[in-house]
């Protein structure tokens, strides 16, 4: 069972604001702000309870400029892994594919697989070369990430996104655990003669002591 | 487990902006804390789309370099400051500021060993003022700095100055703490160390009786 993400912001109210003073000023759209980016948030069933949604992309209309930070936990989950991989051998990346409900952590090949066959499966729909999708995923540890319910909700993912402030707000929502407000803040400034615009979105509660390289 | 996804639209190289994003999520992500426990899946993923218009900055020195560097730092910090006040069972955000050490990852070092401290994090849940506790968790963070120039402000009530204990009114202390509980609001913990140029900041929240009931009751 899939829902749109149109009304994928009732489910949790927005963060507040803690944007430090700059040169800058607050914009909306999060992920979207930026030239050349839509997002989409839907439920796909992936979560053990509720309809919230689940399963988000981030998509570019442009091969862009791709950098990562990983866990530097020694138990790093397959997406994780997947992701350092397709960084080290492509610059450029075009899509983030990211789902709540299962870690896709300790599951040994079999996970990494996972991740193979929905980037794949991901790259194939939007057009793309496998190696510009990344993965992120987040959830329960130990659990393969239910993959038909991915992979049959990939097209109603895909013809979800949209440039527009929802777009953003659904897929700041989806990606969304425990957390009890979604993340997601853009700014728009002067960088040398012209306007550039800087957006983003983040998730997370507990289980938090990050330390990324 | 914290995720991130961060876009724009400024044109930079491919060596400088794998390199800005590390500084930023080291100015940021990295600097927050909840419970101390280090995930499986922490991600964060930035891309550029390189559609502004803008002139490829190539250089983190150039001053283009320097104004995208700020802006990532912004998004970023304002993002991981939400995730350290959606903290579980949290009541409040702290902010950690540390200055006078000797370089900007020592302050930053000494940022985080103070807002990861549970005695910490539970005095400020308790609404307790607890000077000592600050000043020990700045004490083991590992970073050398002599204690009697140690100053640490909670707001902008002075709780100790050259190392020691200042007299300070306790009831006024405690409602500041008192008053950002009930607002989800955020408690400013301002520390000296020295006379260094080097200035960091880290994030966390209150631990609250909510913490150990929501993460009793939730399995992994």
């Known amino acids: ?213 | 487990t914290m995720l991130g996804v961060i876009t724009t639209d400024a044109l930079v190289t491919s060596d400088v902006w794998r390199t800005m994003v590390q500084a930023a999520v080291d100015r940021s992500f990295n600097q927050i804390t909840v419970d101390g426990d280090t995930s499986t899946n922490d991600t964060v993923i930035a891309l550029a789309s390189g559609l502004s218009g803008s002139t490829l900055i190539a250089s983190l020195n150039s001053h283009e370099g320097m104004q995208l560097q700020a802006c990532l730092d912004g998004v970023m910090q304002s993002l991981a400051k939400s995730i350290a006040w959606d903290g579980e069972g949290a009541t409040c955000l702290i902010e950690v500021t540390v200055i006078g050490a000797d370089s900007e990852a020592e302050a930053a070092k000494i940022a985080r060993s103070v807002a990861s401290s549970q005695l910490v994090k539970a005095a400020v849940y308790g609404r307790d003022p607890n000077w000592g506790r600050i000043a020990a968790a700045a004490g083991y963070a590992g970073i050398p700095f002599h204690q009697n120039k140690l100053r640490v402000l909670l707001g902008n009530i002075l709780l100790m100055d050259g190392g020691e204990p200042q007299p300070f009114d306790r009831a006024v202390a405690s409602n500041y703490l008192k008053k950002a509980g009930e607002t989800r609001g955020t408690v400013g913990i301002h520390i000296s160390v020295g006379d260094g140029l080097g200035r960091g900041q880290a994030w966390g929240c209150d631990l609250s009786y909510e913490y150990v009931r929501i993460n009793a009751e939730y399995t992994t």
């Open chain 1, 1 to 213: 069972v899939s829902v749109t993400g149109a009304e994928a912001s009732d489910y949790i109210p927005k963060a507040p604001i803690f944007l430090p003073e700059g040169p800058w000023k607050e914009v909306p759209g999060g992920v979207t702000a930026a030239e050349g980016f839509k997002a989409a948030g839907i439920y796909g069933g992936l979560r053990a309870k509720g309809k919230k949604p689940d399963l988000a992309l981030v998509a570019c209309d442009v091969d862009a400029i791709s950098a990562g930070v990983f866990t530097t936990n020694m138990v790093a989950a397959a997406p994780v892994l997947y992701c350092k991989k397709t960084l080290d051998i492509s610059e450029r990346a075009r899509a983030v594919l990211i789902n709540a409900g299962q870690a896709n952590a300790a599951t040994g090949d079999a996970g990494y697989e996972d991740v193979i066959e929905c980037a794949n499966s991901l790259a194939k729909l939007l057009q793309m070369r496998p190696e510009e999708v990344l993965i992120e995923s987040t959830g329960v540890i130990g659990h393969r990430i239910k993959k038909d319910a991915l992979l049959n909700s990939l097209p109603k993912l895909v013809n979800s996104l949209s440039s527009s402030t929802e777009g953003a707000d659904s897929a700041a929502v989806a990606i969304t655990t425990t957390d009890l407000v979604s993340k997601s803040v853009a700014i728009e400034s002067q960088v040398g003669a012209r306007t550039v615009r800087v957006g983003g979105m983040a998730k997370g509660s507990g289980m938090i002591h990050p330390n990324m390289a």
